[in-house]
């Protein structure tokens, strides 16, 4: 039986952090401001997938209060979605996202991105979408105040 989940995460664009999406380093004058890596891609693929198993949130597994999650690599909250998938006997059909960005250009990125998504859930590559937009000048996004992102994922589950 197919289940799906749903996922949405933002971040403050702040000077003096890196700018981490999907896994990509990407060459900025600002980065995302987070306790972790602050991956908002990853962070809302990660709640896709436990929303999809009917698990709690990220912030109830990896909670900003504890220290050894201080600027970690968000792969690691993807890879353990995946594992807990995996634990209910379920396989992750395909998981899709869309950014929300003004600045800097997403698409240069895109095949790295999927690429890191697919490696943290055991997937193939071609099961992963990302894609990405403006925010056509409007509101906090359009402002560069920060990036959003939001995400399915279908996961296969026994009865
Ligand atoms: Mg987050």
């Given at each position: 039986m197919v289940h799906v989940g749903i996922g949405y995460d933002v971040h403050p664009l702040v000077e003096g952090r890196r700018l981490v999406l999907g896994g990509v380093e990407i060459p900025h004058a600002k980065g995302l401001e987070g306790?972790?890596?602050?991956?908002a891609l990853m962070h809302a693929l990660t709640d896709a997938v436990l929303g999809a198993i009917g698990d709690v949130d990220i912030g109830h597994l990896?909670?900003?209060?504890?220290?050894?999650?201080?600027?970690?690599?968000?792969r690691i909250f993807l890879e353990e979605a995946a594992r807990r998938v995996r634990a209910k006997g379920g396989r992750i059909v395909n998981v899709d996202v869309s950014l929300a960005a003004?600045?800097?250009?997403i698409h240069p990125h895109i095949s790295a991105m999927k690429a890191n998504v697919a490696a943290a859930l055991g997937?193939?590559?071609?099961?992963v979408g990302v894609k990405a937009t403006t925010n056509e000048r409007m509101g906090f996004v359009g402002r560069e105040e920060g990036i959003a992102a939001m995400a399915v994922a279908s996961v296969d589950l026994p009865e």
């Open positions: 306790h972790s890596d602050a991956d990896f909670p900003n209060t504890d220290p050894s999650w201080k600027n970690a690599p968000s003004e600045q800097p250009k997937i193939p590559v071609g099961k």
